[in-house]
């Protein structure tokens, strides 16, 4: 199992940036796909970013392509969301997931495919 923590929320004008950070404690982060996910408020929890065990394999939601970077760092045991060029509509809460896989390159976008959540972190963007 493993347990997740956000961190790097905050308040930041359109354009700024803010990079999110999600720490994981266990001993078998090598082996669990991450996701980031954000909902905001009266909307429906939506899919964001996602990466794989290796860290070869990412995806993203078209309206943060270009803008939005996954990376982890599995000596730290981190996954992070470097956010770019931020808009008003990117406000919301961040939550980060993980689930187990054997498939090292794999990863989802299905909310539904993750097992454990983060409390999630806050971040607002003002115009």
């Known amino acids: 199992q493993v347990q997740l923590v956000e961190s790097g929320g905050g308040l930041v004008q359109a354009g700024g940036s803010l990079r999110l950070s999600c720490a994981a404690s266990g001993r078998t982060f090598m082996t669990y796909a991450m996701g980031w996910f954000r909902q905001a408020p009266g909307k429906e929890r939506e899919f964001v970013a996602a990466i794989s065990v290796s860290g070869g394999s990412t995806g993203y939601d078209d309206s943060v392509k270009g803008r939005f970077t996954i990376s982890r760092d599995n000596g730290k045991n981190t996954v992070y969301l470097q956010m770019n060029s931020l808009k008003p509509e990117d406000t919301a809460v961040y939550y980060c997931?993980?689930?187990?896989?054997?498939?090292?390159?794999?990863?989802?976008?299905?909310?539904?495919?993750?097992?454990?959540w983060g409390q999630g972190t806050q971040v607002t963007v003002s115009s």
């Open positions: 997931a993980a689930v187990l896989t054997f498939d090292t390159s794999w990863r989802s976008q299905r909310a539904m495919d993750y097992i454990y």
